[in-house]
């Protein structure tokens, strides 16, 4: 089956700084990555998603990169706000599955923005 | 708000007991999945239900079991429960046309006493 390896456990920036998540995954086949972020006592929220076709996508100060030779694919925070601390995590299709989503997560990472 | 319910958002009980938890995908989903989130073990897929059928199976304990009905809410039953049952355990929903574009419910919190 799929396994997702997420660096690192905790991050601690200064306000407006930036934050790099990175997720490595080992099938080859899986090809649709989302990020997900989990606020203290509510369910992950889907920020953003990427599929092997693209190498970047970018959402406001959210990107997503993505190298399929290597297997691994990052989340990018930009100008980091004290509202971005919480815990992310970020997911590839179980055993190369794309059409059943059985989603494998990674550890999850603690994000903390100082202001 | 993801547009995903989950009901109750709280349970406490005892070993030995059982409990039914229950979920309602967002509108035009047809797809709903079950997950344990735990401190040890993380984020772990449980089930899959798609219009009512068991669609993929996780490492889904013998004493849990679930079921998708007509109106497409889904229920978890939980049975049996031990002291290591005690987790989040969220639903998903997706749209028919992306099954990994998952959307996620705020969770029902069981404690096993």
């Known amino acids: 089956g799929e396994n997702v390896e997420q660096h690192p456990s905790t991050l601690s920036v200064q306000e407006g700084d930036s934050a790099v998540i990175k997720c490595t995954y080992s099938?080859?086949?899986?090809?649709?990555f989302p990020w997900y972020k989990q606020e203290l006592g509510k369910g992950p929220q889907l920020i953003i998603d990427i599929r092997s076709n693209v190498g970047e996508k970018k959402d406001q100060r959210i990107a997503v990169t993505l190298n399929k030779t290597a297997k691994h694919f990052s989340l990018h925070i930009t100008e980091t706000q004290p509202e971005d601390s919480a815990v992310y995590f970020c997911?590839?299709?179980?055993?190369?599955?794309?059409?059943?989503?059985?989603?494998?997560f990674g550890q999850g990472t603690i994000l903390t923005v100082h202001p | 708000d993801s547009g995903v319910t989950q009901t109750p958002k709280h349970l406490i009980t005892a070993t030995g007991q059982r409990v039914t938890l229950r979920c309602s995908p967002r509108s035009g989903d047809l797809s709903v999945y079950w997950y344990q989130q735990s401190l040890d073990q993380g984020l772990q897929f449980l089930i899959q239900y798609y219009n009512g059928e068991e669609r993929a199976k996780g490492n889904i304990l013998e004493r849990f079991s679930a079921q998708q009905f007509p109106d497409l809410h889904s229920e978890l039953n939980l049975s049996s429960l031990e002291l290591g049952d005690s987790a989040l355990y969220f639903c998903?929903?997706?749209?028919?046309?992306?099954?990994?574009?998952?959307?996620f419910g705020p969770g029902t919190r069981l404690t096993v006493l």
């Open positions: 998903a929903s997706s749209p028919p046309t992306s099954f990994n574009t998952q959307y």
């Open positions: 099938d080859s086949a899986s090809n649709y």
């Open positions: 997911a590839a299709p179980a055993a190369g599955g794309t059409s059943y989503g059985k989603l494998t």
